[in-house]
Structure formats: structure tokens, C-alpha cells
């Protein structure tokens, strides 16, 4: 998988000879993600997210969703949310470094207490081809668990988002994202509508 990521990481910083649309930072999207993890708990749910640039060079960003989950009692509910902020700037014609922070809280249904989650990630976001958009990025989440009346202390740990929009027209388009933790592996895929 890291090679994978190399890979990625090394097209999207290349100077492609197809002309490209400007990425856009200004964009709600909305969709189903699957998580399996590690230690047998898979999730899944419906998310939605929402993206807006402020000025030339930061974003703000949040969203919120459901997720069913495999618990060691059986399956439960849960919602959740974040927010954050990030920066981005050009280092070529298509490509974009960029850095964000979020925060994240989420808790189950009928179980007291949440889990909340600082997150930082830095990547590029490159406009491959004049339809196709994609982005690599890798980060670390430190969280704190307190469930029901265990308090499971801070955790950390590292991971990579790979991911690509293929758009069918200047505003709509079709997002598909993989993340990869220490823990697991998830997917994302929904519709995405850029302004």
C-alpha cells in the first residue's frame, strides 16, 4: 500500500500535458463510506461534507454523518461531526500542497461519553486530466475515548488517504477515497457539487 501511495504522490506532482480546470476549494459532496476494521469491527454509514475557501489560500471545512457499527455486545448506532481549517498553495500549474486540522467527536447510541479526535494531514491535490482530480495525503489522529464508564485514555495513530473526483461536468462530479490506519481500511464514495 505505501508504494501505491509513492506512486500517486509522484504522478500528481508531474507536470501532465492535458489542461486542467482550477481545483476547487468551494464544494458540498455527500455519500456512503465502509470501514472494515483490524480487530473484526467493520462500520458503515451516510456522510456529508462541506468545503469553503477564504481567500486564495485557506478552507474551512465540516460535516457529519451516521455509522452503524459491530460492537463486542452485538451492533449499535452512532453519529458524529467535525470541523476544521486548512491551507493550500500552488507548487505547479495543477498541483496543490495541501495542510489541514480537524476535530472530530462522535459517539454511539445508548452509551454514554464520546470519542474526540485531533487530526492533522498534509498531501497535494492535483487536477490530473481536464475531468479527473486526485490527492494523496498521509496525517496522524491523536483521540480520546471516554465509553460508557470506561475511560480507554488517549490513543494515536497514523494514516494515508488516497482518493480522486472524476467530474462530469465544471460542477458535478463522482468522489471515490480509500483511507488506510494502523487500525483498518475505509472507502467513500458519493456525489460532489463544486461551486
Do not use: C
Given at each position: 500500500m505505501k508504494r501505491v501511495f509513492l506512486a500517486f504522490a509522484a504522478l500528481a506532482a508531474l507536470p501532465l500535458a492535458a489542461q486542467a480546470g482550477d481545483l476547487s476549494y468551494n464544494y458540498l459532496q455527500a455519500g456512503y463510506g465502509y470501514s472494515h476494521g483490524d480487530n473484526g469491527r467493520n462500520a458503515h454509514?451516510?456522510?456529508?461534507?462541506?468545503?469553503?475557501?477564504?481567500?486564495?489560500?485557506?478552507?474551512?471545512?465540516?460535516?457529519g454523518g451516521t455509522t452503524d457499527r459491530d460492537i463486542p455486545a452485538g451492533s449499535t448506532s452512532g453519529e458524529g461531526w467535525n470541523l476544521g481549517a486548512g491551507f493550500h498553495t500552488g507548487i505547479s500549474d495543477r498541483t496543490d500542497f495541501?495542510?489541514?486540522?480537524?476535530?472530530?467527536?462522535?459517539?454511539?447510541?445508548?452509551?454514554s461519553g464520546s470519542v474526540k479526535t485531533w487530526a492533522g494531514?498534509?498531501?497535494?491535490?492535483?487536477?490530473?486530466?481536464?475531468?479527473?482530480?486526485?490527492?494523496?495525503?498521509?496525517?496522524?489522529?491523536?483521540?480520546?475515548?471516554?465509553?460508557?464508564?470506561?475511560?480507554?485514555?488517549?490513543?494515536?495513530r497514523a494514516f494515508g488517504r488516497l482518493g480522486g473526483q472524476y467530474k462530469f461536468t465544471k460542477n458535478w462530479g463522482l468522489v471515490a477515497e480509500g483511507r488506510v490506519t494502523s487500525e483498518g481500511q475505509g472507502i467513500f464514495l458519493g456525489p460532489r457539487v463544486s461551486f
Open positions: 454509514g451516510w456522510h456529508g461534507t462541506a468545503s469553503a475557501a477564504l481567500g486564495d489560500h485557506f478552507q474551512v471545512f465540516g460535516g495541501v495542510g489541514d486540522v480537524d476535530y472530530l467527536r462522535s459517539h454511539l447510541d445508548g452509551v494531514e498534509v498531501g497535494v491535490r492535483s487536477a490530473m486530466a481536464p475531468k479527473f482530480e486526485g490527492w494523496v495525503m498521509a496525517g496522524y489522529a491523536r483521540g480520546h475515548n471516554e465509553i460508557g464508564d470506561v475511560d480507554r485514555g488517549t490513543h494515536g
